[in-house]
T-cell receptor, first 116, second 114 residues
Framework: AQSVTQLGSHVSVSEGALVLLRCNYS??????LFWYVQYPNQGLQLLLK??????LVKGINGFEAEFKKSETSFHLTKPSAHMSDAAEYFC??????????????FGKGTKLSVIP | KAGVTQTPRYLIKTRGQQVTLSCSPI?????VSWYQQTPGQGLQFLFE???????NKGNFPGRFSGRQFSNSRSEMNVSTLELGDSALYLC?????????????FGPGTRLTVL
């Protein structure tokens, strides 16, 4: 079984400051990890994913995440926050739940506020 | 290429009624998954369909069911609605069923049960 823990349900940063959203995972097999963003009244949009290639993954909108196996972490960062980054961010792990089916297990989400 | 579409976007029902939600995946995608999103429980997996067969089911009561058609379009049905079924229901499609496949999400159907 796999699980995801996102530390901090709310994070506030000033515009132009570093964004750091934390995600730790638990998985009995090598994980596939994803970060999604959700804007109000919308579905989830993929930011980036880790699929066992490079440990530093670059995504859209200037976001990146680093897979650290020793720390079972996949934290999301962005060097400089923009007002448009205000949204809810979800970390997810994809694991084989049997019969060849992969389901996403999500963290509880982190709401990012950007202060002008 | 058009994204995942879900209809209707909003629904209001009363307790005891049933509801059917529809999802059209991205063209060429064969796997469709459904998730329930609530403030208290977050995002929870409901079920996954591939080639018209349910391949996996989450921990939800039998009142929640679904199906997939030959064109990969999917519907989910909730019978005997309860207040706790109020949620955003998200559909996601992916090309195949590999763990590395990205699941692309629709905008969701917001169900309110009164």
């Amino acid at each position: 079984a796999q699980s995801v823990t996102q530390l901090g349900s709310h994070v506030s940063v000033s515009e132009g400051a570093l964004v750091l959203l934390r995600c730790n995972y638990s998985s009995s097999v090598p994980p596939y990890l994803f970060w999604y963003v959700q804007y109000p009244n919308q579905g989830l949009q993929l930011l980036l994913k880790y699929t066992s290639a490079a440990t530093l993954v670059k995504g859209i909108n200037g976001f990146e995440a680093e897979f650290k196996k020793s720390e079972t972490s996949f934290h999301l960062t962005k060097p400089s926050a923009h007002m448009s980054d205000a949204a809810e961010y979800f970390c997810a792990v994809s694991g084989n739940s049997g019969a060849g089916s992969y389901q996403l297990t999500f963290g509880k989400g982190t709401k990012l506020s950007v202060i002008p | 290429k058009a994204g995942v579409t879900q209809t209707p976007r909003y629904l209001i029902k009363t307790r005891g009624q049933q509801v059917t939600l529809s999802c059209s995946p991205i063209s060429g995608h064969r796997s469709v998954s459904w998730y329930q999103q609530t403030p208290g429980q977050g995002l929870q997996f409901l079920f996954e369909y591939f080639s018209e067969t349910q391949r996996n089911k989450g921990n939800f009561p039998g009142r929640f069911s679904g199906r997939q058609f030959s064109n990969s379009r999917s519907e989910m049905n909730v019978s005997t609605l309860e207040l706790g079924d109020s949620a955003l229901y998200l559909c996601a499609s992916s090309l195949e069923r590999r763990g590395t496949d990205t699941q692309y999400f629709g905008p969701g159907t917001r169900l309110t049960v009164l």
